[in-house]
């Protein structure tokens, strides 16, 4: 699965395999074998590398499935959020009280999707 989540994350972000090759400072064929899972055990610091330049954490690219959809948010997403919020005049003291609304929003779209795999 991480090979599959550097793939889709590598793309998103407009690398090619040898710019994200280079950049990390691995070989494109080594790149290559983790994204078709070939090479199924990359060490960690290889992993750290590739995800410090995909601009994820390390928990990013080993989500599975619908995991990894719900966590593709990159700093400059968070950045981006945190100044929306304060556009909207929401203080830091009062994300508690929108944390239950939040939460809803979630459950409300996993229901959603679940009765979505049913009819389907």
């Known amino acids: 699965m991480i090979g599959k989540n550097i793939t889709n994350l590598r793309r ?9 090759a280079d950049l990390a ?3 494109k064929s080594y790149l ?4 078709r899972n070939i090479s199924k055990n990359p060490s960690i610091h290889i992993i750290e590398k590739i995800a410090k330049i995909l601009k994820v954490d390390l928990i990013t690219l080993l989500k599975t499935g619908t995991e990894l959809d719900n966590h593709l948010l ?14 909207l005049g929401i203080k830091k003291d009062r994300l508690e009280h ?9 459950w409300q779209n996993e229901q959603t999707i679940q009765e979505r795999d049913v009819l389907l």
């Open 12 to 20: 998103q972000r407009g690398y090619s395999l040898s710019e994200l």
């Open 25 to 27: 400072s691995i070989s």
């Open 32 to 35: 290559s074998s983790i994204e």
């Open 74 to 87: 990159t700093e400059e997403d968070w950045d981006e959020f945190l100044k929306d919020l304060k556009e």
């Open 98 to 106: 929108y944390k239950t609304l939040i939460e809803f929003i979630k």
